[in-house]
């Protein structure tokens, strides 16, 4: 398995790695840091090189809308990362890129989209649907049947409700708790939470 991203965030999914005994062999960075992250060798990423290889990448990058830009550059072949200790129900579907962190639970009929993000002791009910690039943080509790749109950000220990709709590229911050739905583009903080921002950029 190929990284791309020798950031912080790619030494988490080592770890899952790691957990599962799958071998990284090589982290891809456009403006590396280090040679190497948790002794994987870094190199700068050279499109010609990446064609040529078969395994599977992981976009090891935190920012959900780069993560999104590199992987409509890296086309395709995208695998999927579970941690051992993560619980992730049968009855529920993962998109390709994505990544489970530790202690993390993905419940009965949920639906994963691509390159997400359901990090450390996050739990996600049954039956919500989280769209691609979304990020989770840790110990964030998404009730069931919630609602996630492309690339929006749920905060640390933040906690929404059943039922609830977040919109498109929203961010939730850190331990909020969210009652009502939210719009496209809206940043909502507090409890209950309240909308600080709201941007048409999305």
Same mark, same amino acid.
């Given at each position: 398995?190929?990284?791309f991203?020798?950031?912080?965030?790619?030494?988490?999914?080592i770890d899952?790695?790691e957990?599962?005994?799958?071998?990284?062999?090589?982290i891809?960075?456009?403006?590396?840091?280090?040679?190497?992250?948790?002794?994987?060798?870094?190199?700068i990423?050279?499109?010609d090189f990446?064609l040529?290889?078969k395994?599977?990448?992981i976009?090891?990058?935190?920012?959900n809308? #780069?993560?999104?830009k *590199? /992987?409509?550059?890296? +086309?395709?072949n995208? @695998?999927i990362?579970? %941690?051992?200790?993560?619980?992730?129900?049968?009855?529920?579907t993962l998109?390709?890129?994505?990544v489970?962190?530790?202690?993390?639970?993905?419940?009965?009929?949920?639906?994963?989209?691509e390159?997400c993000?359901?990090?450390t002791?996050?739990v996600?009910e049954?039956?919500?649907v989280?769209?691609n690039?979304?990020h #989770?943080?840790?110990? *964030? /509790?998404l009730?069931? +049947?919630v609602k996630v @749109?492309?690339?929006s %950000?749920i905060?640390?220990?933040a906690?929404?409700?059943?039922?609830?709709t977040?919109?498109?590229?929203?961010?939730i911050g850190?331990?909020s708790?969210i009652?009502?739905d939210v719009?496209?583009g809206?940043?909502?903080?507090?409890?209950?939470?309240r909308i600080i921002?709201q941007?048409?950029n999305?």
């Open positions: 398995m190929i990284l991203g020798a950031s912080g965030h790619s030494k988490s999914v899952i790695a957990s599962i005994g799958a071998k990284i062999t090589l891809y960075d456009d403006n590396p840091s280090a040679d190497a992250v948790c002794h994987i060798p870094v190199e990423y050279n499109k990446a040529a290889i395994e599977p990448w976009i090891s990058i935190g920012n809308k #780069i993560r999104k *590199v /992987s409509e550059r890296l +086309g395709g995208f @695998g990362l579970i %941690h051992r200790t993560a619980y992730r129900s049968s009855w529920s998109g390709v890129g994505t489970v962190m530790a202690n993390a639970v993905v419940n009965s009929a949920t639906t994963i989209g390159h993000i359901i990090n002791g996050a996600v049954h039956d919500c989280i769209d690039f979304v #989770i943080s840790p110990n *964030v /509790s009730a069931g +049947g @749109g492309e690339g %950000h905060g640390i220990g906690c929404v409700l059943p039922e609830i977040i919109g498109k590229w929203a961010t850190a331990g708790v009652i009502k719009p496209d809206a940043t909502v903080v507090g409890n209950p939470g921002k941007s048409s999305l």
